[in-house]
Every structure is written in structure tokens, then in C-alpha cells.
């Protein structure tokens, strides 16, 4: 895939509890919908959640997850074959089911490897991207773990020390995601952007995924309904520190956002 142009990722939860309702698809009929939404509007990558990971949510078994995403894969392997998918999961297994029996692109690691001691290993195995994100903790106890002393620098350390361990492993394709939101404090998420383009001394796409979070809507006093205008500015701003994927619920807009800084960085 060329990265001389950021790439849009289009957000697909099938879950009943992820952080934005409007976000939230359960019946094929509504799957379908959503997919041809992001394809029409100009996602290339279609992100694929069958586990919410807000901090209240109700954790589900391997199983659950499973028949979630199962639903999706089998549509889009139907009618959407050659359309490039992401598989949002810590779990190996998952990851393991959906590149072999689904034709899965990438995996989307909010864990960055933690919660599951065989998922480096099975990337490797898979031979397939892998995004790596910074998190501590779980989803329900990431907000415990909000204690730096040097918030950057932590966050470079922690995806060198990764990375060689994917490396040793012969995985190669990687593409790094901060982790906005998670384990990270309203300021520290707003500390994170400013010094985003630090990330670049690792010389990996980096991932952002901002879209409708509580770092906007906490700021403003509004809801996640009411954070697209919030998104698209931090969308522009890592679009101009060296963004290369952006993970949206809106895609239209990100797309515009695309364009309007990829014009402004060429203008003559």
C-alpha cells in the first residue's frame, strides 16, 4: 500500500456498547450499510471491533467476539472481497481465525501485545501488518495508569523495546499508534499531539485515532455526537506532524481533511 498520501480507516464496531452510539452495527443490513458508506466516501482500510474498549465496558469471551466479527467477514468476503480489512483485537486467536479463514489484512492491537503472550509470535506466523498501540493496564483499568514522568519519552521506549521483539521475530510491517485516550490523562492526550512529530525518530507509519473521544468532548462540555468539528481540527494537526493513517467514524470528513492539507503542504 503507498504512503504518499494519508490513508483513511473506517470504523466498523460490531459491538452493543461502543463510546459512540452512532458508531454501533449489529444486523447485516446495517454492516452493509456502513461498509459501503466508508468505500463511497473514500476509506481505504476498514477497521473491523467485535470488543468495545471504553473503560466501563463489559468484558466477552473469545467466543462472543468471535460470532460478532463472523457476521462482517462472512458479508464482506461475499460482496466486498478485494476490500482491505483490519481486525481490531488483543486476542491471537481472533487474529489467527480471521487472516485464515477471512482473507484479514492487519491487526489492530490496542494491547500492543500485552494482553495476550502469543500475539507477536502469531503476527509473525501470519506474515501480516501489525498496528501497535500504546496502552497500560486493560481497557477497564487504563485509566489507573496515568502516572508519567516523562510522557514521551515513556511512550518512545516502550515501542522501541516492542518493536525489536517483533523484529527478532521477523515482523516487519508495523505501523505505530499512540494510543490516544488510553491511559492517558484529557492534558496528557493534548501534550501527546503537540510533540506527536517526536514519534517520527522510530521512522514507522504512525496511526492516529482521535475520532469522537473524550479528549475533544470533555474539553468542550459537549457529547461524542456533537465532536466532528473537534475531530477534524486534531485530524488536521496530526495530518500536518506526520499522521499517515487515519482511524475515523467519519470518513468524508477525514477525507477532506486529506486533501485540504496535502494541498496547503504543496502550494507553491
Known sequence: ??????????????????????????????IDER????????GTIIDLGG?????????????????????????IKRHYADTVISIDTFRSGIARRCVEEYGASIINDISGGQLDDNMFATIAALNVP???????????????HTKYDDLIGEILIYFASRIRQLHLLGVNDIIIDPGFGFSK??????QLMHQLNELA????????????KSMIYKLLGSTPEE???????????????????????DVKAAKEAVRIVSKYKNAR
Not at 11 to 21: E, G, K, Q, R
Not at 231 to 238: D, F, R
Request: negative net charge; without cysteine.
Open 227 to 249: 465532536s466532528l468539528n473537534g475531530t477534524t481540527v486534531l485530524n488536521t494537526i496530526a495530518l500536518l506532524n506526520g499522521a499517515n493513517f487515519l482511524r475515523v467514524h
Open 201 to 212: 525518530l522510530l521512522d514507522l507509519p504512525l496511526l492516529i485515532g482521535i475520532s469522537r
Open 35 to 42: 461498509i459501503q458508506a466508508i468505500l463511497s466516501e473514500g
Open 51 to 75: 470488543y468495545s474498549s471504553r473503560p466501563d465496558a463489559s468484558p466477552i469471551d473469545e467466543a462472543e467476539e468471535m460470532k460478532r466479527l463472523t457476521t462482517a467477514l462472512e458479508l
Open 185 to 190: 490523562t484529557t492534558d496528557q492526550n493534548y
Open 1 to 30: 500500500m503507498p504512503l504518499n498520501e494519508p490513508v483513511i480507516m473506517g470504523i466498523l464496531n460490531i459491538t452493543p456498547d461502543s463510546f459512540f452510539s452512532g458508531s454501533r452495527k449489529e444486523t447485516e443490513r446495517e
Open 130 to 144: 501489525y498496528i501497535l498501540m500504546h496502552m497500560r493496564g486493560t481497557p477497564q483499568t487504563m485509566q489507573q
